[in-house]
């Protein structure tokens, strides 16, 4: 059973940084795309960074290209979200999710492991 566990949320003022991790247990997971995505309150689950397990590459959204950073580490099964120049649109609740495929892309239905969610507030 694949566990993924979130921590590092906060409350931040604009143009500030956050680290987001994720713990990721149960399996190994070469072969995998883990990804985060956001949800504000009223609004649907969007894609925010995704990363290949095996190889490392990555791609965001573009509302955040350039200002957040999506990296693993394979040794300690982790995947952070480094968030600078924080913006009060960031806001969110920040979910880490796991697919069994190399290619899920952006679609918050090809990922099949989600973690509980950490909140991060950016205040003006």
């Known amino acids: 059973q694949v566990h993924l566990v979130e921590s590092g949320g906060g409350l931040v003022q604009a143009g500030g940084s956050l680290r987001l991790s994720c713990v990721a247990s149960?399996?190994?997971?070469?072969?995998?795309?883990m990804a985060w995505f956001r949800q504000a309150p009223g609004k649907e689950r969007e894609f925010v960074a995704a990363?290949?397990?095996?190889?490392?590459?990555?791609g965001y959204a573009g509302s955040v290209k350039g200002r957040f950073t999506i990296s693993r580490d394979v040794a300690k099964n982790t995947v952070a979200l480094q968030m600078n120049s924080l913006k009060p649109e960031d806001t969110a609740v920040y979910f880490c999710?796991?697919?069994?495929?190399?290619?899920?892309?952006?679609?918050?239905?090809?990922?099949?492991?989600w973690g509980q969610g950490t909140q991060v507030t950016v205040s003006s």
């Open positions: 990363i290949r397990w095996s190889g490392g590459s990555t």
């Open positions: 149960g399996r190994t997971f070469s072969g995998y795309s």
């Open positions: 999710a796991a697919a069994a495929t190399i290619l899920a892309g952006t679609t918050p239905g090809r990922y099949d492991y």
